[in-house]
T-cell receptor, first 113, second 113 residues
Framework: DVKVTQSSRYLVKRTGEKVFLECVQDMDHENMFWYRQDPGLGLRLIYFSYDVKMKEKGDIPEGYSVSREKKERFSLILESASTNQTSMYLC????????????FGPGTRLTVL | DAKTTQPTSMDCAEGRAANLPCNHSTISGNEYVYWYRQIHSQGPQYIIHGLKNNETNEMASLIITEDRKSSTLILPHATLRDTAVYYCIVRGYSGAGSYQLTFGKGTKLSVIP
């Protein structure tokens, strides 16, 4: 079974803090993704990575950065958290091609006060 | 990616088959039909996908009409743990856009004891 884990299920941060969200997959997948999910807006892609040290912007990269130093780990960084970044953050991974099935982690519900 | 239409909500008696329909009349020849579900406050869970032929796995069956304009996800013996929002997604298998999953509003399935 594919296993995608995220460092925290719930996180509360203050405005202006630097926030790190970690995602780890144990299936040797090439591709990893960060989405956010908000009521009425569905899932929106923030960034994805198709290889170590490679990254591509998704639809809403502003205010976020990512890091992929090792194949199994993909980090999402909020440089200076703002209240409009309160959301559910979902990490996913897929095997290699863009068409491969994406498997999701349990999600991190981030609240920025 | 082609647009999908699903009913907003459905009820199913525990132990009975749950049949969830999806319309995707604008689907093109290289697009797959994917189904995910999301239990409240958890990450989306992959269920099944197909291109033309009907598919079955340990979780569900996917029936795709011959013209590929609609499909039905079948949960053969629904349990209370199957209560979730079910998403039907159509996605291509090539190009940068195929990396992204587009989740619509889905169908809220309630399994009734």
């Amino acid at each position: 079974d594919v296993k995608v884990t995220q460092s925290s299920r719930y996180l509360v941060k203050r405005t202006g803090e630097k926030v790190f969200l970690e995602c780890v997959q144990d299936m040797d997948h090439e591709n990893m993704f960060w989405y956010r999910q908000d009521p009425g807006l569905g899932l929106r892609l923030i960034y994805f990575s198709y290889d170590v040290k490679m990254k591509e912007k998704g639809d809403i990269p502003e205010g976020y950065s990512v890091s992929r130093e090792k194949k199994e780990r993909f980090s999402l960084i909020l440089e200076s958290a703002s209240t409009n970044q309160t959301s559910m953050y979902l990490c996913a991974s897929s095997l290699s091609s863009s068409a491969d099935t994406q498997y999701f982690g349990p999600g991190t519900r981030l609240t920025v006060l | 990616d082609a647009k999908t239409t699903q009913p907003t909500s459905m009820d199913c008696a525990e132990g009975r088959a749950a049949n969830l329909p999806c319309n995707h009349s604008t689907i093109s020849g290289n697009e797959y039909v994917y189904w995910y579900r999301q239990i409240h406050s958890q990450g989306p869970q992959y269920i099944i996908h197909g291109l033309k032929n009907n598919e079955t796995n340990e979780m569900a069956s996917l029936i795709i009409t011959e013209d590929r304009k609609s499909s039905t996800l079948i949960l053969p013996h629904a349990t209370l743990r199957d209560t979730a929002v079910y998403y039907c997604i159509v996605r291509g298998y090539s190009g940068a856009g195929s990396y992204q999953l587009t989740f619509g509003k889905g169908t809220k399935l309630s399994v009734i004891p």
